[in-house]
């Protein structure tokens, strides 16, 4: 084996599945391979198999290692399947109205907050901000008056309409 891989040290970042989630699992996992710059594309290769647990994303490298192909050709059609913002934000609206839309509950408002703040966060990244204001005006609409004041209190992030843009203060 040769140096670079007996000298890895850092875990190796693991990507679920989840639409949601991969930009931040591709950002940690290239950050992991500027620690090792002098890696072969299939050591590269090898290792992104051992991070990833879809079986199609999986077909895609191995693909790739079994016929040479480049990492960049695997990083495109990785980005292809995985990086769509637009099935994330529809993935969000139907994970939020499942939610129970019961102002009273403590329970109800923790679950609304803890979902809209972390999709809002990962919407953010996406682009010019424009599905985390699609957001917004999604919650600002959906939601009734009493269960959006309780959940502007509980997440410490009010949802709020200036001028008529929609914004999510941090």
């Known amino acids: 084996m040769k140096q670079g891989i007996k000298s890895r040290t850092l875990p190796l970042p693991v990507y679920s599945g989840e639409l949601a989630d991969w930009r ?4 940690r996992f290239l950050d992991y391979l500027d620690h090792m710059p002098r890696l ?10 051992e991070c990833i647990h879809d079986q199609s994303a999986c077909n895609i ?11 960049e050709f695997v ?17 969000v609206v139907q994970k939020l109205k499942r939610l ?22 990962i919407l953010s990244k996406f682009g010019d901000g424009t599905m985390a204001q699609l ?15 309780e959940w502007r209190k509980y ?16």
Not at 24 to 27: G, H, P
Not at 75 to 91: C, G, I, M, N, S
């Open 155 to 170: 997440a410490h992030n009010p949802v709020s309409t200036h001028s008529g843009t929609h914004q999510i203060i941090g």
């Open 24 to 27: 931040s699992f591709w950002r």
């Open 40 to 49: 072969t594309t299939d050591e590269k290769l090898t290792f992104l198999l």
């Open 100 to 121: 129970p839309a019961t102002a009273n509950s403590a329970k109800g408002v923790s679950a609304c907050s803890e979902l809209t703040t972390k999709y809002y966060n």
């Open 61 to 71: 490298i191995k693909y790739a290692l079994q016929n040479g192909d480049s990492f």
């Open 135 to 149: 957001l917004t005006s999604f919650l600002e609409t959906t939601l009734d008056d009493e269960l959006l004041r």
């Open 75 to 91: 990083e495109k059609r990785l980005a292809v399947k995985f990086d769509q913002p637009r099935k994330v934000f529809t993935d």
